[in-house]
């Protein structure tokens, strides 16, 4: 069964293999090694599953596939992290993955932020800022979840401001240790870094970005904001015009050549 249950999830039929490994989870003597086998089994179907349908927005089924595994004794951190952000409303298995822009929080690219703005903090809110403590005490090795606290932290920096963005980078930080060419550990230290004013210091950030990955377009953008802050305009249009090549987004390339028209 096992063999059958590796197989199918090798071909891509995670749903077969998560019926089979909750098969054998049900008997009742397993031994040592067929049950660790099994468990690792259980654990690869579920996050596949869990993974693809929160791809899809189906927050419901996500939390279902993490219910499936930890209800068998299962403990997974890359499931609970995408359990958190389902309830979070989230697509993505890293937030940072898709906001990692500055002008994704309310920042132009002058680096001026005239619209921004204070979050609403509800229930939803404070019972994300539990679940990811909590989640991150209990696996305070999984990179996954400290980014997405980090990201959730650097969200609600007009709170509290200076607290949320000093645990904002220690979790950045904290991921770094455990990847230490993490690209979006590095992003995020840059954008707690500029939210705090501290623009040289982001620049370095997104500048290490850029030597693992030159054709990383956030670390294009950001630094652009951090030069135009620190009054470099020329260095920051050779990154405007290299984001304007990176990206297919019309509005955002409209907005990098009116930037770079005010630069000239």
């Given amino acids: 069964m096992l063999a059958l249950g590796q197989r199918k999830l090798a071909a891509g039929d ?38 693809e349908n929160l791809a899809k927005g189906d927050t419901h089924q996500v939390l279902e596939f993490e219910h499936r ?37 309310g920042y132009e690219l002058d ?3 005239p619209r921004k703005s204070i979050p609403v903090v509800d229930n939803t809110v404070e019972r994300l800022r539990k679940e990811f403590r909590q989640a991150v005490r209990e696996h305070p090795d999984a990179i996954g ?4 606290y980090g990201q959730f932290l650097l969200s609600l920096d007009c709170l509290e401001a200076q607290g949320n963005q000093d645990g904002a980078k220690e979790q950045f930080q904290e991921a770094l240790v455990l990847d230490d060419r993490s690209l979006l550990a590095r992003l995020g230290l840059g ?27 956030a670390g294009h953008l950001n630094a652009a904001v951090c030069l135009a802050q620190l009054g470099r305009p ?21 907005a990098i050549e009116a930037q770079r028209s005010r630069n000239r």
């Avoid at 595994?69 to 940072?96: C, D």
């Avoid at 954008?191 to 377009?217: C, H, M, S, T």
């Avoid at 050779?238 to 409209?254: C, E, I, M, V, Y």
Wanted: proline share 2%; aromatic share 6%.
């Fill in 14 to 51: 995670a749903s077969g293999a998560m019926q089979i490994a909750e098969q054998l989870e049900a008997r009742n003597r397993l031994d040592p090694q067929t049950k660790a086998q099994s468990d690792r089994l259980l654990e690869q179907s579920g996050y596949a599953l869990a993974r």
């Fill in 69 to 105: 595994v930890t209800r068998r004794g299962v403990s997974s951190a890359r499931l609970l992290n995408l359990a958190i952000q389902a309830q979070g409303g989230k697509r993505s298995e890293y937030t940072l993955a898709e906001e990692s822009l500055l002008t994704q929080y």
């Fill in 111 to 113: 680096g001026s932020s």
């Fill in 145 to 148: 979840l400290r980014l997405n």
């Fill in 191 to 217: 954008l707690v870094e500029f939210e705090r004013g501290k623009y040289a210091q982001a620049l370095a950030q997104f500048e290490a970005v850029l030597q693992i990955d030159p054709e990383n377009l």
């Fill in 234 to 254: 020329a260095e920051a249009d050779a990154h405007l015009r290299r984001a304007w090549q990176l990206t297919d987004d019309p509005l955002l390339r409209t």
